[in-house]
């Protein structure tokens, strides 16, 4: 990537793993950023350890982010090469990075079937994975009462959508057209959440889903691997 980039501003705090999904993107195709944070303060139980990305703030729906983000979540992008571009929602910035940056095709296919089933996966991923394993976490972590029956459905859904990438994974190594793409780099942070022993009653073990799911765990492993991943959780990795 050229050197001539001016640094990206993420905004993102450690309670979302959708920042880390873009952080990562931006390991891999070599662009310059900069974190910054746009926090509430963090609501995890004191026994479930918590992450922290750049300065903590008192609102993710400070003036300042709103103006940027209306929704007033993470991650947002300031995009410093192109005229301060803003952009919010992950998807949209996966999507708007590779586009821009990735020439070469790195994370990506330039045309045919593998491009459009890259979005395929990215959009089942925002949909099918994001919304209900975030559930999971927040009726097991954050919800003032207990809801078993919540609880039993989202969990059941990480089940689900679990298997449904084993199946696809077999005899695969990557999501699309044989190589690691932006299409595995979004599941993972989710992931890495539920493996969080400290809740969701310990799922992965307690379920035995590593016995039951090997394509989906070895696939995993694979992006647990990579540098950028590392880069882009530095100390929580």
Known sequence: MSSDLKPITLHGHSRSPNPFKVAIILEELGIPYE??????????????????????????????????????????????????????????????????????NRLSFADGDNKWLLKQFLHFQMSGQGPYWGQAVWF????PEDVPSAKTRYQNEIVRVIGVLDGILKDKEWLVGGKMTYADIAFYPWIKVISNEQILGNIIKRLELREKYPNFFAWHDRVHALDSVKRAYGDMY
């Open 35 to 104: 974190k910054a944070s746009s926090s509430r303060p963090l609501l995890y139980r004191a026994d479930v350890p918590h992450f922290i990305l750049g300065k903590i703030l008192e609102d993710s729906k400070v003036d300042w982010h709103v103006k940027l983000n209306p929704n007033g979540r993470v991650p947002t992008i300031v995009d410093h090469n192109n005229n301060d571009f803003v952009l919010w929602e992950s998807g949209a910035i996966v999507e708007y990075l590779v586009e821009t940056y990735d020439k070469d």
């Open 140 to 143: 097991d972590v954050l919800h």
